[in-house]
């Protein structure tokens, strides 16, 4: 069945630190993952995604691996600064007769220390 | 360009009360979808749209319709609404399903 889970629930982190969120996932084919930004009061917002079936992507500060044989994938934040304070969210599509169902994650908020 | 626009904003309904939540994007994209998010929770895939003309039911579609009226639009309808209905309702959209989605700016709704 389809099943998103996304660890942890809460993350705070020191300034400067690194933060690590992990999706796990069931029964999907999909070669594309996802990851969302949603600060408080606005839209999420996409901030990094994946095509592959193993392997890394990275952008500046931001970087997703994902293990597709062990259906998991990652978001790496390095170097955290306050304006990463946020609920990220992982999402993963399902295939349907019709369409691809995406499914997301139940959210990790992170918060940065000064 | 506005990309994703939702209407109207905010909302306060009484239980039993109808209403239709509208969404328009700007952007040519196929796929439509309208999620709920709870207080503190995630985004709830409720009903989406692979391309016009077809519609999906999402994870939690029950007491929901929707309809692609075009392209560009995909409404959201709660014909007698309910306070376990109170959330905040996000319209998204994508080229494709694999792609990135945009969402709009959400509309908050109260059933009393």
């Known amino acids: 069945g389809e099943n998103v889970e996304q660890h942890p629930s809460t993350l705070s982190v020191q300034e400067g630190d690194s933060a690590v969120i992990k999706c796990t996932y069931s029964?999907?084919?999909?070669?594309?993952f996802p990851w969302y930004k949603q600060e408080l009061g606005k839209r999420p917002q996409l901030i990094i995604d994946?095509?592959?079936?193993?392997g890394e992507k990275k952008d500046q500060r931001i970087a997703v691996t994902l293990n597709k044989t062990a259906k998991h994938f990652s978001l790496h934040i390095t170097e955290t600064q306050p304006e990463d304070s946020a609920v990220y969210f992982c999402?993963?599509?399902?295939?349907?007769?019709?369409?691809?169902?995406?499914?997301f994650g139940s959210g990790t908020r992170l918060s940065i220390r000064p | 360009n506005a990309g994703v626009t939702q209407t109207p904003k905010f909302q306060v309904l009484k239980t039993g009360q109808s209403m239709t939540l509208q969404c328009a994007q700007d952007?040519?994209?196929?796929?439509m979808y309208w999620y709920r998010q709870d207080p503190g929770m995630g985004l709830r895939l409720i009903y989406y749209?692979?391309?016009?003309?077809?519609?999906d039911k999402g994870e939690v579609p029950n007491g929901y319709n929707v309809s692609r009226l075009n392209k560009r639009e995909f409404s959201l309808r709660l014909e007698s609404a309910a306070p376990s209905q109170t959330s905040v309702y996000f319209c998204?959209?994508?080229?494709?399903?694999?792609?990135?989605?945009?969402f709009g700016p959400g509309t908050r709704l109260t059933v009393l």
């Open positions: 998204a959209s994508s080229e494709r399903e694999r792609n990135t989605q945009y």
């Open positions: 029964d999907s084919a999909s070669n594309y």
């Open positions: 994946i095509r592959s079936n193993v």
């Open positions: 999402a993963v599509p399902y295939e349907q007769s019709s369409a691809s169902k995406i499914i």
């Open positions: 952007m040519n994209h196929n796929s």
């Open positions: 749209s692979a391309s016009e003309g077809t519609t």
